[in-house]
Structures are given as C-alpha cells and as structure tokens.
Nanobody, 125 residues
Framework: VQLQASGGGWVQAGESLRLSCAAS???????MGWFRQAPGQEREFVGA????????FYADFVKGRFTISRDNAKNTLYLLMNSLKPEDTAVYYC????????????????????WGPGTQVTVSS
C-alpha cells in the first residue's frame, strides 16, 4: 500500500484546510487513520475511520472541528479541519491498518502497517 497525503499549508487561526490521502496498491484496509506530530512532541492520534460501516473516531482535542471522510471509488481519505488553532500546527500523517486487530486499537500507531510521508500544517495566530 502506498499512501500520499496532500493539502497541507499555512493558514491563520480560525481558517480551514482539507487534507487528502490517496491510497494505491492493496487498498483493503481495516482502518485508516490520521496522526500528527508537532516539533519536539510525540506523534498523536487525530482520528480514524473503519472500512466496515464507516465508523469514525476522533481525539478529544479535535472533536467538533475535524471530520474524516472517504471516497472509496477514488481510494482517498480526507481530513477536513475547521476552526484551526495554532496548537494544531504539526506534520499530519495518514496511515492504513490491514490486520484484523487494527480496528480494535485504532488510536495506536502500532495498529497501522503503512504510513504516508506526511504533510505540514501551520496555523498562525
């Protein structure tokens, strides 16, 4: 599976961005997720979507602001980020989990088998 995230950029606080993650190769994922890593910090879970049923899950700090969606026909995952804050500044990564237990621990990095290279999001105050 190859993943390529795009859509990052520089915005002001309160603005929106939509990230995309195009998947190619073996696309029969169990769960796809978004993580982010700010400078000097650990990578953290942002949100995920399960293939079966399309259930979505979010970290508390993005609930109500970020929305994950997918276009199965295009093999593309999206992350719509509204009301961005300076603390949302980070490199955002998309990831795919293909194992049967990937969906059970969707908020943990080891559950994911493939990672995209990341896209920078910078939010200024």
């Amino acid at each position: 599976v190859q993943l390529q995230a795009s859509g990052g950029g520089w915005v002001q606080a309160g603005e929106s961005l939509r990230l995309s993650c195009a998947a190619s190769g073996r696309t029969s994922y169990v769960v796809m997720g978004w993580f982010r890593q700010a400078p000097g910090q650990e990578r953290e879970f942002v949100g995920a979507i399960k293939r079966r049923g399309g259930s979505t899950f979010y970290a508390d700090f993005v609930k109500g602001r970020f929305t994950i969606s997918r276009d199965n026909a295009k093999n593309t995952l999206y992350l719509l980020m509204n009301s961005l804050k300076p603390e949302d500044t980070a490199v955002y990564y998309c990831a795919a989990g293909l194992r049967s237990d990937s969906g059970a621990y969707f908020d943990r990095s080891p559950s994911y088998d493939y990672w995209g290279p990341g896209t920078q999001v910078t939010v200024s105050s």
